[in-house]
């Protein structure tokens, strides 16, 4: 009996995530990963640049990106006194992705070499998030800035008044060698990886070029006798380049020979995971519905800098909702109560004025922690927010069937907030655009509102099924035949009369902190 009581209670265990625990990047990556206290020292040394991406652990489009973002930092190691690889998670850091404007995630920004902490950066906007776009931004966005450091030089091509000088002067050229290529990129990444002030490069076709006598790609060497040294024939590539223009400085005596290795030991580890309950999934408790709200008021409404009025309307529009149609204890709806009435009477709304509402709310016991319970992935980022946002708008569509405000007014309230706040950018122009082509905005009966909002999640969940996902909770046509065996017929055909009366049955048996089931 006493082991029946003590598994009872470990059920209920709240599940409180850190800033250590749920994180994309760890100890063993490339990416230093800024704190609130840490950033501004980071980002405004004014002795490197930085490659910074703002994220939320909870995203699934960061998720995503994250594997190529550790691949982009280590690809570009080389480059590390000069560039930081770096982010900062917004779930935890809310006010620095406020004051950096971010839009939605994940964001890539480029803040240049400074001590202006005010700089926000220039943001990575492409068509597609891969590595070697990522790479190429990166150099084009090294190659523009402004103001150089000191010892910096490699970051110029040569002119073509230099070029004339030094070929009128070998012995007074202030390089040892100038790399001639046919495409830019590749002197540009050569002089990355060796960061010598004394090594340049220009391309075949330049002025500078014409004005060495060279039109074929190859190494330009200098001495300090006098001598030029036209090296051609040489591969294009990087790598190659690299080992040839050492051997010329260890002729010069001006190069340590020591080659710098590529380090192993770093690559990342797996999530080491104990013991995955996957008996909770199907089951709906308070405290994911509760952590849900919590992540949407403190990650994704607070990091407005400031609302709209259309955003101050659907912002007050979803909190009567959650009021209205969720399932709360007796406790939590007095604190959303609370949140409720200080924004009914604002006509606008700063990060500050919301900010000082969550703390009078939190002092009145409004939880900050997330709570996952059924929503608890194998590992911290795995689905969280995302499964318990989901569940929330399943519950308030069918906690207010045949109730006031109706299902599909509900379902406009939901599409209200998505638009305005939900942060994975990604995500919510699919959503967006899925709303739009399923025309759930011109439902007009609440049967359907309800059973619109469970096809567009099965719609996404077919979406996502190959992308990665928590291995022990894959994505699934839902409800699966063991939750409901009069659902689907044998070809998976939904019956949707039937899947309409579970959905209101199951999202109607919500589990509360004390183990009860609330009808």
Known sequence: KMLTVLAVLLLHVPLILSKKDATLFDENDDVIVFKEDSYEKGLYSGDKAHVFLLYSSYCGHCQRFAPSYKQFAADIKKWFDIVDVTGVDCVYDTPVCRKFDVRGYPTVRFIGVTTNTSDIGTSWNPDS???EGLIDWTISMLYEMKNIPAGWGFLQEVTEAEAKAWRAKPGKATVKVIIVVDEVRTGRITCLDLQLSSVRYTY?????ALALGVKAPGLIAFSKNGKITHVPNIEQKPEVLDKEIKKILRLHQNQDSNDDGDDDDNKGKDYKVDYVDTSLQYKLFELDLQSAVNNAFYTEVALKAQHTSNDLDNLKGFIKTVLKCGSWTLDY??????????????DSLSSGDWSKILESANAKGFPRNSTFVGCKGSQPTYRGYSCSLWLLFHTMLSTCYQANPPPQDVLKTIHGYINSYFTCSYCREHFLQMAEDMNLLGIRQPEQAILG???AHNKVNKRLSS????????????????????CQSSDGTFNRSHVLSFLLQHYRRVRTPFGNIRY
């Open 129 to 131: 998030r891969s590595v």
């Open 453 to 455: 909002l469970w096809e």
């Open 333 to 346: 709806r007095r604190q959303l109560a609370h949140v409720k009435k200080q924004l009914e009477s604002r």
């Open 204 to 208: 075949t076709t330049s002025n500078a």
């Open 467 to 486: 992308d990665p996902h928590d291995p022990y909770f894959p994505k699934v046509q839902y409800p699966p035949v063991g939750q409901c065996g009069d």
